[in-house]
């Protein structure tokens, strides 16, 4: 997976969340956004055909996906979210990310204490 720049987006201005990363071909590229003791925000770039591996994570994670459609298989069950749709996928789980077509995604994890 290729990481774009990871900084902190400026306060109080607006962004364009999908411009805030590119597109490569072959490739899954990610760029977070803000990050602190609560969490982090990652935006994903994903070329069709790519994914990543099955995994869990110690913390909540909530996707939504921002350009394009992807499907997420979370606890061995498959959901396809498109553009401007969310899903849940709580901690300890394991889940995999799979790009049909071009998609992009908005990764928020949720830390607790």
Known sequence: ?????????????????????????????????????????????????????EHSAPYDALVQVIDGQGTFVIGGSGVVLRQGQLVIMPANVPHAVLADQKFKMILTMLRSK
């Open 1 to 53: 997976m290729e990481q774009t720049e990871s900084r902190k987006l400026e306060a109080a201005k607006a962004f364009d969340v999908a411009a805030l990363v590119n597109y490569a071909e072959g490739s899954v590229v990610s760029r977070t956004i803000a990050q602190n003791d609560a969490g982090t925000v990652t935006v994903f770039a994903f070329d069709a055909g790519q994914g990543l591996s």
